[in-house]
């Protein structure tokens, strides 16, 4: 897989759609993490828009998977309407339970299933987003993060879609999900990598193994079973339109299952470890080849298309997307989520931070923790504000807090200004002030952490989220943008 890792890693994604990509990052069990965002040419026409989350391959990127996929899903978004998400895996590879140690993201058991709720939550603050239609889908080990998701944050994954993956072997015996769940699963039989009758998971020509997984059909049985599917009532299809490709499917459809779920099982006959109709990454002989019998997008955007939450399907905090972090709020009277800044909080005003409000702190928090910073600046993110040690009762910051390292509650400011810790020159809140040009976005993060870290002596940010790791027990989000036409302030 490392040969494969090295490809994903260099694949650059094309700009064919004509809509907007832009980056993010959160922090998620003290960690940054980093996702994009693709939001469609024409806009939303004032409808909730549903929200595909695409997780790439081991050793694969966001823009990997763009390329993977040919950025079909972004065109696909500017024909008829959804957001895709690219988020990016610590250390490149995802933690599908699988226990391979060789993987940092497994042998530090990082909560990937708990980062991808949260940015899913964050994705909804900043864009239009329907919260029952949220999909995720991914090949290889990102096609085991969907089963994933689909076994733990059900009440937050409204269907998943695998390709070129199967559910691991730790995974299998104790995936519960909260809810039945409807799940789209493709395979190659010629897969030399996840292998299609299952067993150790594999690098090129099986001279590495990276864990194991069931086969492909013990995984079609498994969501059977967790869907209660009516097995009689499944319906097939048989397709060879190219058959110079070396590929044949069978498609077998399952809709008669719990709650209005289904599972289709698609086989490709003599597919490899690829995405159908999606770029040939790796010679044949390295990784078998990638049928054309099949586009993998539009058959998963269909699939999802048919499966939506209902309300109460999933009893509340039961599943593993929903723990007490989705109850954490902060918002601001000064502005709203994806709303502008007032220049009165910028640096062509009076810049005085603006008063925030938060609810829902969760239960043990022993004190809270903001961060205010900005992706878009030039040089890299760029740090506004940081406050640490805010007492656990609080419920916001007034406008216009002082610049002060300490302050009477307790509660301190770290180091700002600048891109990394040793650039930092100031303390306090310095607001908005980009280069004239587009919006930038401005990101505001909360933290109800279990104990009172602060960072080292004259520190800001990192060595803040470095003290925050294992700590933090939830967090939310609130994005304003701001813009300066050469040198006047956005008044939006």
């Not at 889908?137 to 998701?149: D, E, P, Q, R, W």
């Not at 062509?348 to 961060?371: F, K, Y």
Request: contains cysteine; hydrophobic residues 35%; positive net charge.
């Amino acid at each position: 897989m490392r040969t494969i890792a090295a490809v994903l890693a260099l694949l650059l994604a094309g700009s064919a759609s004509a809509g907007e990509l832009r980056r993010f990052t959160l922090v998620s069990g003290g960690r940054e993490r980093g996702y994009s965002v693709y939001s469609p040419r024409a806009g939303n026409g004032g409808r909730k828009l549903p929200l595909i989350v695409l997780l790439h391959g081991g050793g694969g990127t966001a823009d990997g998977m763009r390329r993977l996929t040919r950025s079909g899903f972004e065109a696909l978004a500017d024909e008829r309407g959804a957001v895709i998400a690219y988020p990016e895996a610590v250390d490149k590879h995802w933690n599908d339970y699988r226990g391979d140690s060789s993987r940092k993201s497994q042998r530090e058991n990082v909560d990937d299933v708990a980062f991808l709720a949260e940015m899913t939550r964050a994705i909804e603050g900043a864009y239009p987003v329907d919260g029952a239609r949220i999909y995720a889908a991914g090949i290889s080990n990102g096609a085991m993060m969907s089963y994933a998701l689909a076994c733990r944050a059900a009440d937050r994954f409204a269907a998943v879609a695998a390709v070129a993956g199967a559910v691991p072997e730790r995974l299998y015996s104790s995936c519960r999900p909260s809810r039945p769940v409807p799940v789209l699963i493709i395979n190659g039989t010629a897969d030399g990598l996840v292998h299609w009758g299952g067993g150790e998971v594999t690098g090129p020509f099986g001279k590495r193994k990276f864990g194991r997984a069931v086969s492909a059909e013990r995984t079609r049985d498994l969501w059977l079973k967790l869907d209660s599917c009516d097995r009689a009532k499944m319906t097939s299809a048989a397709r060879d339109s190219d058959p110079e490709d070396g590929t044949s499917v069978l498609a077998e459809t399952y809709t008669a299952c719990a709650g209005g779920s289904a599972v289709k099982f698609i086989k490709i006959e003599g597919g490899g470890h690829t995405w159908p109709g999606g770029l040939q990454y790796l010679p044949r002989g390295v990784i078998g080849p990638t049928s054309r019998e099949l586009d993998a997008n539009s058959e998963i955007w269909s699939f999802f298309g048919g499966h939506a939450l209902k309300p109460g399907s999933a009893p509340a905090g039961e599943g593993r997307g929903a723990p007490v972090k989705a109850a954490l709020k902060l918002e601001s009277p000064a502005f709203g989520g994806g709303g502008y800044i007032p220049v009165r909080h910028t640096c062509d005003g009076d810049d005085v931070s603006p008063e925030l409000r938060w609810e829902g702190v969760p239960p043990g928090t022993a004190g809270l923790a903001l961060i205010m910073d900005d992706p878009d600046a030039p040089p890299g993110t760029w740090v506004h504000w940081v406050v640490y040690g805010i007492p656990a009762g609080s419920s916001g910051l007034p406008e216009g807090v002082a610049r002060k390292a300490a302050m009477p509650d307790g509660s301190g400011q770290g180091m700002v200004w600048g891109v990394k810790e040793g650039d930092f020159s100031r303390v306090g809140y310095y607001g908005p002030c980009p280069p004239p040009g587009k919006p930038h976005r401005y990101s505001f993060r909360l933290y109800a952490l279990d104990s009172q870290v602060r960072p080292q002596k004259g520190g800001g940010k990192y060595s803040l989220l470095e003290a925050m790791k294992g700590h933090v027990l939830a967090e939310a989000g609130l994005t304003g943008l701001y813009a300066r036409s050469r040198g006047r302030p956005g008044t939006k």
